[in-house]
């Protein structure tokens, strides 16, 4: 089933200069960028994203983190992209992200865990309109 979601790099990764490489991975895999803007984010947008964990001892780190510099901001689109994407961005932690992942080739940290991604399709639409209106 062809579905649409929301795929976020993340400071660490703009600043490394992964940007090219994150998105080949994407289209090589046979997803599509339907849209992308670079976008600098505030604790407010951050405040609604993070919502789940804005009460967390880490959560100022996060801010800190997310605040450092833009993001780019992608609508991806593909057979299972929710998943699919889930897949290939691999595990949140990154000791946890398998070699051939992005986040198990690239991450640094949990923290610093290069791109965000959709978890489900309800959460795909939402994000979505968060960041693209």
Same mark, same amino acid.
């Given at each position: 089933?062809?579905?649409?979601?929301?795929?976020?790099?993340?400071?660490?990764?703009?600043?490394?200069?992964?940007?090219?490489?994150?998105?080949?991975?994407?289209?090589?895999?046979?997803?599509?960028? $339907?849209?992308?803007? #670079?976008? =600098? !984010?505030?604790? @407010?947008?951050?405040? +609604?994203?993070?919502?789940?964990?804005?009460?967390?001892?880490?959560?100022?780190?996060?801010?800190?983190?997310?605040?450092?510099?833009?993001?780019?901001?992608?609508?991806?689109?593909?057979?299972? $992209?929710?998943?699919? #994407?889930? =897949? !290939?961005?691999? @595990?949140?932690?990154? +000791?946890?992200?398998?070699?051939?992942?992005?986040?198990?080739?690239?991450?640094?940290?949990?923290?610093?865990?290069?791109?965000?991604?959709?978890?489900?399709?309800?959460?795909?639409?939402?994000?979505?309109?968060?960041?693209?209106?």
């Amino acid at each position: 089933m062809k579905e649409k979601t929301y795929i976020m790099l993340k400071p660490d990764a703009l600043k490394r200069n992964l940007i090219g490489e994150i998105i080949s991975r994407i289209e090589r895999k046979g997803y599509s960028i $339907a849209d992308c803007k #670079m976008m =600098t !984010l505030d604790e @407010a947008i951050l405040r +609604e994203h993070y919502a789940h964990i804005a009460d967390k001892p880490f959560f100022p780190e996060t801010v800190e983190y997310m605040t450092s510099g833009p993001v780019l901001a992608m609508i991806v689109e593909g057979e299972n $992209a929710v998943k699919g #994407m889930r =897949t !290939l961005m691999g @595990a949140t932690k990154f +000791e946890d992200a398998q070699a051939g992942t992005i986040r198990g080739d690239f991450a640094s940290s949990t923290t610093y865990n290069i791109i965000h991604g959709s978890d489900s399709l309800e959460n795909a639409e939402i994000e979505i309109k968060r960041f693209f209106g």
